[in-house]
């Protein structure tokens, strides 16, 4: 992941998920139909109720293009 791409719900999704312990959980992912945003979704074990959910925006390749694959600063 790039810097200074942040992860919207990340924080409040690690939360969620330490509490539900050791219960079984799914996951799945869905991207937008234009593949500008993406989303991390956690289900519960019967995939009957969204526990968590994290996603972001994709970079533009204009955005991209100023930063490097390896995260590191200059």
């Not at 990340?10 to 939360?15: I, N, P």
């Not at 991207?31 to 993406?38: F, K, M």
């Not at 955005?63 to 590191?72: F, V």
């Given at each position: ?42 289900l519960n074990s019967t995939a ?27």
């Amino acid at each position: 992941m790039k810097r200074s791409h942040t992860i919207d719900g990340l924080a409040d999704s690690v939360d969620i998920l330490r509490r539900a312990g050791e219960e079984p959980l799914r996951t799945g992912s869905i991207d937008a139909v234009d593949r500008s945003s993406w989303f991390i979704i956690f289900l519960n074990s019967t995939a009957t109720v969204v526990v968590a959910c994290c996603g972001g925006r994709r970079p533009t390749s204009m955005e991209s293009a100023g930063t490097s694959d390896s995260g590191a600063q200059p």
